[in-house]
């Protein structure tokens, strides 16, 4: 079975900090991995996807994230937070193949930016 | 904008009633998911469909029942609604059952009173 871990419901960093959120995966089998961010009153909108292509993956707004298998990691960084980062970050898992498609969420991180 | 619409976008009713929630998927995608968001539970998923066919179960209650057309739109039926199914309810769609990205619409608040 499949699972995330994401370390820490609340994070709060001032404006033009270091932003890392953690997210840690148990899979049995090569996983593909996601973050997506959810602003207030939106949907789920994807920040960025790992499909194996490449360990370090670069997303939009910045945002990036490195995939570490003996870590089982897949941990969201942004160099410099700002204001308009300030939302929930979900991290989730699913598997190639196979007939089904969907995801495994984590249970969310809330990004603070602190002006 | 995802490309995935849902409707109704709120929807207030009383317990022991029967709503439908409706998507219609991104533009040839195949797939649909429905997943409930609430404080208590976060993001679980609850059904997928591919191509008109159930493919995956997850969390969903036997009072819950959904349903892909022809024309690849979904509905989500949920019935004798109780206080606790008040939540985010989304819809999802991809391309392929597998392996590809999932893309959410903007979500169905659901309370029940």
């Known amino acids: 079975a499949q699972s995330v871990t994401q370390l820490g419901s609340h994070v709060s960093v001032s404006e033009g900090a270091l932003v890392l959120l953690r997210c840690n995966y148990s899979?049995?089998?090569?996983?593909?991995l996601f973050w997506y961010v959810q602003y207030p009153n939106q949907g789920l909108q994807l920040l960025l996807k790992?499909?194996?292509?490449?360990?370090l993956v670069k997303g939009i707004n910045g945002f990036e994230a490195e995939f570490k298998k003996s870590e089982t990691s897949f941990h969201l960084t942004k160099p410099s937070a700002h204001m308009s980062d300030a939302a929930e970050y979900f991290c989730?898992?699913?598997?190639?193949?196979?007939?089904?498609?969907?995801?495994?969420f984590g249970k969310g991180t809330k990004l603070s930016v602190k002006p | 904008d995802s490309g995935v619409t849902q409707t109704p976008k709120h929807l207030i009713t009383a317990t022991g009633q029967r709503v439908t929630l409706r998507c219609s998927p991104r533009?040839?995608?195949?797939?649909v998911y429905w997943y409930q968001q609430s404080l208590d539970q976060g993001l679980q998923f609850l059904i997928q469909?591919?191509?008109?066919?159930?493919?995956a179960k997850g969390n969903i209650l036997e009072r819950f029942s959904a349903q892909q057309f022809p024309d690849l739109h979904s509905e989500l039926n949920l019935s004798s609604l109780e206080l606790g199914d008040s939540a985010l309810y989304f819809c999802?769609?991809?391309?392929?059952?597998?392996?590809?990205?999932?893309?959410f619409g903007e979500g169905s608040w659901l309370t029940v009173v």
């Open positions: 999802a769609s991809s391309v392929a059952r597998a392996g590809n990205t999932i893309y």
């Open positions: 899979s049995s089998v090569p996983p593909y």
């Open positions: 790992y499909t194996s292509a490449a360990t």
């Open positions: 989730a898992v699913g598997t190639y193949g196979g007939s089904q498609g969907n995801l495994i």
């Open positions: 533009s040839g995608d195949l797939s």
């Open positions: 469909y591919y191509n008109g066919e159930e493919r």
